[in-house]
């Protein structure tokens, strides 16, 4: 479904937060579970497909000749909207 890392926007810190994986990745699903109230009954699967692409956010990398931004990178964020349905 998405390839890793997986980059998502966190408003609460204002940052993009990498995930590296699978593995790292439950433990902010399990986060989103706790804050919205989703129930056990509710897939991880779904509350993932809660998340989508953010135009307008890149993410930077750098090299010898400089930073900027990856083109390449997709960055995402959860659709409170969609997170709110699962409840």
């Known amino acids: 479904m998405f390839e890793?890392?997986?980059?998502?926007?966190?408003e609460?810190?204002?940052?993009i937060i990498p995930f590296k994986d699978r593995?790292?990745?439950e433990s902010l699903i399990q986060s989103q579970?706790?804050?919205?109230?989703i129930p056990d009954s509710v897939t991880n699967e779904h509350i993932l497909q809660c998340l989508e692409p953010v135009?307008?956010?890149?993410?930077?990398?750098?090299?010898?000749?400089?930073?900027?931004?990856?083109p390449s990178i997709t960055v995402y964020q959860w659709n409170d909207d969609c997170l709110y349905e699962l409840l």
């Open 4 to 10: 890793y890392p997986l980059h998502i926007y966190s």
């Open 12 to 15: 609460e810190f204002n940052q």
């Open 23 to 25: 593995e790292n990745l």
């Open 33 to 37: 579970r706790k804050i919205n109230g």
């Open 55 to 70: 135009d307008g956010l890149s993410v930077y990398t750098g090299d010898e000749t400089g930073i900027k931004a990856d």
